[in-house]
């Protein structure tokens, strides 16, 4: 019964209990900044194709059909605007707002956002965090460029 009655390491199993919380957390930290990352890629690429696809429009005459054509081209990407919960938004600047080519109207930008759930970082937070925002691109009537992405948390 003495061995029921003994106190010692009782702080090492402690400090133990702690330290894997911890590790736990930077764990999750880890799986979800590496999700937010690929999501900003991929934001990007669908704001690179649709600012592509808007400049075509735009110099094929039929600049009415901008905003469609790079809502399909941003849901073939995976930014889809119809879902009913968390859409995503694809804005179009004729001329551009940011960058370079601000207010140059021989410039089509396209800036794609969709809000981004936390997966494993949702456990240690009382309020679900949603991020995202991504600057987009823009494409002039026959080049396209990209410019670095951004981004923020909302």
Do not use: C
């Not at 957390?25 to 880890?30: H, K, R, V």
């Not at 990007?44 to 735009?58: K, L, N, T, V, W």
């Not at 110099?59 to 469609?68: A, C, I, L, T």
């Not at 456990?123 to 410019?147: I, S």
Request: charged fraction near 15%; charge should be positive.
């Amino acid at each position: 019964m003495k061995f029921l009655k003994d106190e010692n390491g009782q702080a090492a199993l402690m400090m133990a209990s702690f330290l894997a919380l911890v590790a736990l957390g930077f764990m999750a930290l880890a799986i979800d900044a590496g999700y937010f990352f690929r999501e900003k890629r991929m934001a990007q690429g669908a704001a690179d194709a649709a600012a592509i696809a808007a400049a075509e429009e735009s110099s094929s005459g039929n600049s009415v059909n901008m905003q469609s054509v790079a809502n399909a081209i941003a849901k073939m990407n995976g930014f889809d605007t119809t879902l009913a919960s968390n859409p995503a938004v694809v804005q179009i600047n004729n001329p551009p707002k940011y960058g370079s080519y601000a207010g140059n109207t021989g410039y089509v930008e396209v800036v794609v956002s969709k809000p981004v759930p936390t997966m494993m970082l949702g456990a240690f937070t009382h309020t679900a965090n949603t991020m995202g925002r991504w600057q987009g691109a823009g494409a002039p009537v026959r080049h396209a460029f990209a410019w670095k992405s951004r981004l923020v948390w909302a």
